[in-house]
């Protein structure tokens, strides 16, 4: 997809990750502007955006260092906490329902995987929503069910079917 360019979000892209976001999840998801940006100050590198070479965006990531087995309060600015094992945390990662199936999202896995790698995180969290666990686990995610009852109470703020995915940085599963 040489067609299409990542870059580190901006004020100015807000509108865009909004109508993505919008489109991709139910309302009970939809994170403010103050929400992303926080993320995106904590780590401007790791937050980005594809565009088409026309300057439309298709998608968006917001991705920052985090705890392991540990996941940020959803609708909430991040309260910058401390951890022995810090894992490269992708809080959300969406593709405008229209670009789905054209390689967006492993266009942005690969950008985090090296990302990961540059930065020396072992390890790559998320939060599996909407039945996407299987998704995840094509691009090498591993779910983990030994989660601590903090994690589960958090977890379930996410949706019924929320589970906590890991996958190791030297694993490379791209659609």
Not at 49 to 60: C, F, H, I, K, S
Not at 88 to 112: C, F, N, R, T
Not at 148 to 164: D, M
Request: proline fraction near 5%; charged fraction near 10%.
């Amino acid at each position: 997809m040489s067609d299409l360019l990542i870059s580190p979000i901006q004020t100015q892209h807000l509108a865009a990750i909004q109508i993505i976001q919008q489109a991709a999840y139910p309302p009970h998801f939809w994170e403010s502007d103050a929400v992303f940006l926080a993320k995106q100050q904590y780590s401007p590198d790791s937050c980005v955006l594809v565009q088409t070479t026309d300057q439309q965006t298709v998608a968006y990531v917001f991705a920052h260092p985090w705890p392991a087995a540990q996941i940020p309060t959803l609708h909430q600015t991040l309260d910058l906490m401390s951890g022995t094992e810090r894992v490269l945390y992708i809080h959300d990662l969406a593709v405008h329902p229209q670009w789905h199936g054209q390689g967006v999202a492993s266009v942005l896995m690969q950008y985090l995987e090296n990302y990961a790698q540059q930065h020396s995180f072992n390890k790559i969290a998320l939060v599996a929503v909407q039945g996407a666990q299987a998704f995840w686990q094509r691009l090498g995610f591993v779910t983990q069910s030994n989660i601590s009852p903090q994690l589960a109470i958090k977890l379930a703020a996410y949706g019924a079917n929320a589970v906590y995915m890991m996958k190791e940085t030297n694993q490379t599963h791209f659609l």
